[in-house]
């Protein structure tokens, strides 16, 4: 029908177009939505928005690690939306998890996490599920691959570097450590 009015354009693309508007309309009509929606909130010194950037890095970082102007910003997020304050919250419990070493606390996070229908954290928090043997042994467990990890990135991107530029010979070379010989 649209098609006879003069649309040419390809029909996933009007549906992703519909589907924006959509789930604009559904979240104003909805109030258990409204507060899953992270609206600007300015700065009360500056009077400027406060960027998504910041209020992430801010969402995570322990308040005792606060200078003065970021503990007003996070004052400032906290007043002016739920969500941020929600995640905040769960992101603070989340690090204490992590800290504490101990698993026994992370199902009940997830479910928290689960019901607060902010979507980062929903898909976070099922994620954790699918796997959550390997979550709670890797919170518990003393053991990292962190070395291991580490030399595999630094032999990549040596090879990224140097490929199509030098032999076998020359890899060899830099990914051995240097000796003296006197």
Same mark, same amino acid.
Request: contains cysteine.
């Given at each position: 029908m649209i098609q006879e009015r003069g649309y040419e354009g390809n029909l996933s693309h009007l549906q992703r177009l519909l589907a924006g508007w959509r789930r604009t309309e559904q !979240?104003?009509?909805?109030?258990?939505?409204?507060?899953?929606?992270?609206?600007?909130?300015?700065?009360p010194e500056t009077g400027h928005a406060i960027s998504?950037?910041?209020?992430?890095?801010?969402?995570?970082?322990?308040?005792?690690?606060?200078?003065?102007? !970021?503990?007003?910003?996070?004052?400032?997020l906290?007043?002016?939306?739920l969500a941020f304050a929600t995640m905040r919250c769960l992101a603070m419990r989340f690090s204490g998890i992590l800290r504490g070493r101990e698993g026994d606390p992370l199902p009940?996070?997830?479910?928290?996490?689960?019901?607060?229908?902010?979507?980062?954290?929903?898909?976070?928090?099922?994620?954790?599920?699918?796997?959550?043997?390997?979550?709670?042994?890797?919170?518990e467990m003393p053991w990292s691959n962190g !070395?291991?990890?580490? !030399?595999?990135?630094?032999?990549k991107t040596l090879k990224r570097a140097m490929y199509g530029r030098a032999g076998?010979?020359?890899?060899?070379?830099?990914?051995?450590?240097?000796?003296?010989t006197d």
């Open positions: !979240q104003a009509s909805d109030p258990k939505v409204e507060h899953a929606i992270l609206k600007p909130v300015r700065d998504a950037v910041i209020a992430a890095a801010l969402c995570i970082k322990p308040r005792g690690k606060f200078t003065p102007d !970021q503990a007003r910003k996070v004052d400032a906290k007043t002016g939306s009940a996070w997830t479910c928290d996490a689960i019901e607060t229908d902010l979507a980062p954290l929903v898909r976070f928090a099922r994620t954790l599920n699918r796997d959550y043997d390997a979550v709670k042994n890797a919170i !070395q291991a990890e580490g !030399q595999i990135n630094r032999l076998p010979e020359l890899l060899r070379a830099r990914m051995l450590p240097f000796r003296h």
